[in-house]
């Protein structure tokens, strides 16, 4: 496989539930990012990791839960979601570092909470 | 805070047709400016990318366009084909984010 990769591709969940979703990037790059992206709204950052480190937390509530154990993958760890969470969830990932290097993102997962 | 829009929101047009499509942004120290190609429930595919101290960029049938001094860029489209149609993003590089707007959704009819 090339390029970002996401799992599950689409998901439905009770707001009891724990689940997660998956990235894996084949581009040797070493930062990766969550986004959020709901209906009619613009993109929005929710995590950075750069060389497996958090660098960014966007005021994202507990409920969503980042892990990076490493430069080629990165979790989001779901639990107790509301309705309002659900939303296309996009995983990126560029060179790591502090330069705007270009992000390359997967093909996201389809979230509803039911 | 940097705001990004574009205008128009939605646009349906015949195909052949030359377009543009616009984005602003309110804070002119910006990186980069990238756009990008969204077709439904799929994830970003980059289009272009212009460095801060670039005018523009080209590639086919795309060409792009930055003002950072006024804040603008400019995506132009030639001939449109059918399969143009998708939602096109554009977003902004400020220190270590991307700033997206909230995108044009392009429908070219045969």
């Known amino acids: 496989e090339t390029g970002v990769t996401q799992t599950p591709r689409h998901l439905v969940m009770g707001m009891t539930n724990k689940k997660s979703l998956k990235c894996e990037q084949h581009?040797?790059?070493?930062?990766m990012y969550w986004y959020k992206q709901s209906a009619k709204k613009p993109l929005e950052l929710m995590f950075v990791y750069n060389f497996k480190e958090q660098t960014e937390n966007n005021s994202v509530p507990s409920r969503f839960s980042p892990e990076c154990p490493n430069s080629s993958h990165l979790f989001l760890h779901l639990h107790t979601l509301q309705p309002e969470d659900s939303a296309l969830y996009l995983c990126?990932?560029?060179?790591?570092?502090?330069?705007?290097?270009?992000?390359?993102f997967g093909p996201g997962t389809r979230l509803t909470v039911t | 805070k940097q705001e990004v829009t574009q205008i128009p929101a939605a646009l349906s047009v015949p195909e052949g047709e030359n377009l543009v499509l616009n984005c602003s942004f309110t804070d002119s120290a910006i990186y980069n400016l990238q756009w990008f190609r969204q077709d439904p429930g799929k994830g970003l595919t980059s289009l272009l990318l212009i460095q801060s101290s670039q005018r523009e960029q080209t590639s086919g049938r795309l060409n792009a366009s930055l003002d950072k001094s006024s804040g603008r860029s400019t995506l132009y489209i030639a001939a449109s084909q059918p399969g143009d149609s998708a939602t096109y993003l554009c977003a902004v590089r400020n220190t270590d984010k991307l700033i997206f707007g909230t995108g044009t959704r392009l429908q070219v009819f045969p």
């Open positions: 990126a990932s560029s060179h790591g570092g502090t330069a705007p290097y270009e992000q390359y």
């Open positions: 581009l040797g790059h070493n930062a």
